[in-house]
């Protein structure tokens, strides 16, 4: 079965500083979808980046990319100059290619954001 | 606007009395999915639907009954509430299989439930 890890709970970083969250996944599938989503205060879940399996590059939107290690099941989120707006719950999830939308989540890094 | 709207947003009920969380969306997608969210647990899902009367059990499906009868609209059905299933409880929707959007979800702005 899929899994999804995230090792870090809560994760700390200075206003306009660089940080980065971990995220490590098993499968055996080689068609799939990665996906980051922010979850501020108000609960709504909003997706940040996406990332599809067969494409070597790495995502990017704004100052948000990630740094995705196919051999190494890893898929970390990197903030660049971080916002007070960017506190908020991260949650890195899978989905198998096909599958449609059944995502597979981790179970989430709060991250906070120093002034 | 494109949407997911989940009703009620907040609920306080007693265990046993059954009630439904429903769930719409404008997108003309076809797929649908209900997920839980607990506290160290991330978002768990309950059950999904590729399309209408197509719905299967996802990884907590117990004590949750779903249907699909219109494409639009898949409400969540708790038929005996427990305080077990006390929860913050998000609808979820995508297109099909399409390579441009494939496995994207747009989520509903989620539904507190509380189970006394």
């Known amino acids: 079965a899929q899994t999804v890890t995230q090792s870090q709970p809560e994760m700390s970083v200075q206003e306009a500083e660089t940080v980065t969250l971990s995220c490590t996944y098993d499968t055996s599938e080689s068609d799939y979808y990665l996906f980051w989503y922010k979850q501020p205060p108000s609960r709504q879940m909003i997706l940040v980046i996406r990332?599809?399996?067969?494409?070597?590059q790495n995502a990017t939107e704004n100052r948000f990319s990630v740094n995705f290690q196919k051999a190494a099941k890893s898929f970390s989120l990197k903030i660049s100059d971080s916002q007070l707006g960017d506190a908020a719950m991260y949650f890195c999830a899978y989905s198998r290619g096909g599958s449609q939308g059944n995502l597979i989540f981790g179970k989430g890094t709060k991250l906070s954001v120093k002034p | 606007e494109a949407q997911v709207t989940q009703n009620p947003r907040y609920l306080i009920t007693v265990t046993g009395k059954k009630l439904t969380v429903t769930c719409s969306q404008n997108?003309?997608?076809?797929?649908m999915s209900w997920y839980r969210q607990d506290p160290g647990l991330g978002l768990r899902q309950i059950y999904y639907s590729m399309n209408v009367e197509v719905t299967d059990k996802g990884d907590v499906p117990e004590g949750y009954k779903v249907s699909r009868k219109e494409k639009r609209n898949f409400p969540l059905i708790l038929e005996s509430p427990s305080p077990n299933q006390t929860s913050l409880y998000f609808c979820?929707?995508?297109?099909?299989?399409?390579?441009?959007?494939?496995?994207?979800?747009?989520f509903g702005a989620g539904s507190r439930l509380t189970v006394l």
């Open positions: 979820a929707s995508s297109f099909g299989s399409s390579r441009s959007g494939a496995n994207v979800l747009t």
């Open positions: 990332q599809e399996a067969y494409k070597q």
């Open positions: 997108m003309n997608h076809e797929y």
